[in-house]
């Protein structure tokens, strides 16, 4: 299968500061990247879509402005939680897909953030 | 009702065992459908992927659409407790997201 990068794994910071996630597709062109957040012993839940060259498109309840994501590229998208709070503690998981062609989405490895 | 239904388990079974994971969804307009498994603290890895009904096997699994039920299997045959993990099934949503259900925590003890 196709083979999303997502880094870093594991990030603590302290609250206030602002934390940026880096998801690649390295051997695919992804249009369309998605950004999800798990809580513990929670399913994945969509925060954002993102397509190559536009702004991203937000699910209700999700801050626009605190989550910051740019898809600059076909292959790199990014997320930046901005003043980061405890709350935002929890594991946040891309996902990379070219639709229409190749209707599979395929996984990064997810990054745990801790928020002090 | 949510868009995608799946029971969380957990679930044990011993090692050798057939388990059957299940989900319902409300949309009869999905037409993608997956099963991840994800193991602790890790991305989901992609297990089956099926278009419209039918059944599609690949090893140890088989993935089951029912389409007019609206229902949708996935079977592990010979259970080996390295498929213990938490299970999602996926339906792909009209904007190219999957939308996912609870996940089912599996345990296969030897």
């Known amino acids: 299968g196709a083979v999303v990068s997502q880094h870093p794994s594991w990030v603590i910071c302290k609250s206030g500061t602002s934390v940026k996630i880096e998801c690649r597709s390295l051997?695919?062109?992804?249009?369309?990247m998605f950004w999800y957040r798990q809580f513990p012993k929670q399913s994945l839940m969509l925060m954002a879509t993102?397509?190559?060259?536009?702004?991203?498109?937000?699910e209700q309840g999700v801050e626009k402005d605190k989550f910051l994501i740019n898809h600059a590229s076909l292959t790199l998208s990014t997320l930046t939680v901005t003043s980061a709070h405890p709350e935002d503690s929890s594991f946040y998981i891309c996902?990379?897909?070219?639709?229409?062609?190749?209707?599979?989405?395929?996984f990064g490895s997810g990054t745990q953030l801790s928020v002090l | 009702q949510k868009e995608v239904e799946q029971d969380p388990g957990p679930l044990s079974v011993p090692e050798g065992a057939i388990v059957s994971l299940n989900c319902t969804y409300s949309?009869?307009?999905?037409?993608?459908f997956m099963w991840y498994r994800q193991y602790s603290r890790k991305g989901p890895e992609l297990l089956m992927y099926?278009?419209?009904?039918g059944n599609k096997e690949d090893g140890r699994f088989t993935a089951q659409v029912d389409k007019s039920s609206k229902y949708i299997s996935l079977f592990i045959r010979d259970s080996q407790p390295s498929d213990s993990a938490t299970y999602l099934c996926?339906?792909?949503?009209?904007?190219?997201?999957?939308?996912f259900g609870k996940g089912t925590k599996l345990s296969v003890k030897p």
């Open positions: 996902s990379a897909g070219t639709v229409g062609f190749n209707e599979k989405l395929f």
């Open positions: 051997d695919f062109q992804a249009t369309t």
């Open positions: 993102s397509n190559e060259g536009s702004k991203a498109t937000y």
């Open positions: 949309n009869s307009a999905f037409q993608y």
């Open positions: 099926t278009y419209s009904s």
């Open positions: 996926g339906v792909r949503g009209s904007q190219g997201n999957l939308i």
